[in-house]
Nanobody, 116 residues
Framework: QVQLVESGGGLVQAGGSLRLSCAASGSTFNIRAIGWYRQVTGKQRELVAIISSIGYISYAESVKGRFTISRDNAKNTVYLQMNSLKPEDTAVYYC??????????WGQGTQVTVSS
């Protein structure tokens, strides 16, 4: 089993920065990729950024150039550095681990609110 715990959300003014952390525990050797998703109430959850176990990285177009995903293997932690935040980035951000064989694990989510 894998468990994920997110942290780092909060309230920030437009143009500001936040760094989200996703700490993984348990059978972390099974993790093929970790992604950050976000969801606004009433809308579908969308992929923001993803990093695979072999270093493949991808971003949503809406965050390219502003967000950076990275990982610290020694700490089993993936980070999402968010710069130049906009009000439209306001959402609950979820960390997700892809364990393969159609198995996904989600964290509890962390609220990010960007004020204008």
């Amino acid at each position: 089993q894998v468990q994920l715990v997110e942290s780092g959300g909060g309230l920030v003014q437009a143009g500001g920065s936040l760094r989200l952390s996703c700490a993984a525990s348990g059978s972390t050797f099974n993790i093929r990729a970790i992604g950050w998703y976000r969801q606004v109430t009433g809308k579908q959850r969308e992929l923001v950024a993803i990093i695979s176990s072999i270093g493949y990285i991808s971003y949503a177009e809406s965050v390219k150039g502003r967000f950076t995903i990275s990982r610290d293997n020694a700490k089993n932690t993936v980070y999402l550095q968010m710069n130049s935040l906009k009000p439209e980035d306001t959402a609950v951000y979820y960390c997700n681990a892809d364990l393969g064989t159609h198995t996904m694990v989600w964290g509890q989510g962390t609220q990010v609110t960007v004020s204008s």
